[in-house]
């Protein structure tokens, strides 16, 4: 990797249907908006949502005529590649070496190709819904006491990448759990998911932040290729609702979290 190398996000857990193919694009979008230049790598592409996601982005560019920021992104199938596509990542870093930012989405799995872009994260997002099925990826809860017994194999594999990165360039992974599609109703599982995860975050370092609510907008969105960031631009009366608005917040709150735009001036 160049010294003056881009700011990497990976996106990544052990599990589907968390989000994390709808957040690494949000984030992208909203980075673009921004001026920042993007670079996405889909390392799900057998899945590929987050390529279908920046192939509908540009059908409904064509189709719509409206000019809408667009992010260098490559798909990598590791079975195209006969070392698994370690090799194939290397040099899509390498290219992507002006950009500001490269955003990595990972396989809800584990593969060799996964770890590998964790290896070379700055910052790994793992997102997780208020449910103790999410939870159980990075932590195992003892069911009687409802505490944790100790971290779970994700946590592990994100260990084994903070040594790879350690071993590689001496650099350093910032590891950020992210409560996601949280619910705006108070809930027993939803207090107790907050609790463990606090408990987990001071155990193995991570940090906690808020994510994105539930919210219908997120996922009517995505045949479009559309995000929060984009709907001002394309409505016809340039006005958002307040559930828009909201969604804009959150949005930007997870970005100042991870540390890519600055904190509002209150």
């Not at 190709?113 to 208020?130: F, M, Q």
């Not at 084994?160 to 949280?182: F, H, I, S, T």
């Not at 539930?214 to 006005?239: C, H, K, M, N, P």
């Amino acid at each position: 990797m160049p010294q003056h190398s881009p700011k990497v996000i990976v996106f990544g857990n052990e599990k589907g249907g968390t989000g994390k193919s709808t957040l690494a694009m949000h984030v992208a979008a909203a980075l673009m908006v921004r001026g920042r230049s993007v670079a996405t790598i889909d390392l799900d592409a057998a899945q590929g949502t987050l390529t279908r996601y920046v192939r509908n982005r540009e059908a409904f560019a064509r189709r719509s005529g409206y000019s809408l920021p667009m992010p260098r992104h490559t798909p990598i199938l590791p079975a195209a590649f006969q070392d698994g596509g370690e090799a194939e990542l290397t040099k899509v870093l390498a290219h992507a070496a002006d950009d500001d930012i490269v955003i990595i989405d990972t396989p809800g799995h584990e593969t060799p190709l996964s770890l590998w872009g964790h290896a070379y994260a700055d910052t790994i997002v793992t997102p997780i819904n208020d449910s103790l099925i999410d939870f159980d990826v990075i932590a195992l809860v003892d069911p009687e006491k409802l505490s944790i017994v100790r971290p779970s194999h994700y946590a592990e594999r994100v260990w084994k990448a903070k040594q790879l990165r350690a071993r590689r360039d001496g650099g350093a992974v910032d590891w950020v759990v992210v409560r996601n599609r949280v619910g705006s109703l108070d809930a027993r599982n939803k207090r107790l998911v907050g609790r463990l995860v606090r408990e987990l975050s001071k155990r193995i370092g991570c940090r906690v932040v808020d994510g994105i609510g539930e919210r219908v907008i997120y996922r009517e969105l995505f045949l479009d290729g559309l995000t929060v960031e984009d709907l001002a631009a394309v409505s016809e009366q340039g006005r958002l609702s307040m559930s828009h608005l909201a969604a804009r917040s959150e949005l930007e709150n997870l970005m100042t979290a991870l540390g890519v735009v600055p904190p509002r001036a209150v």
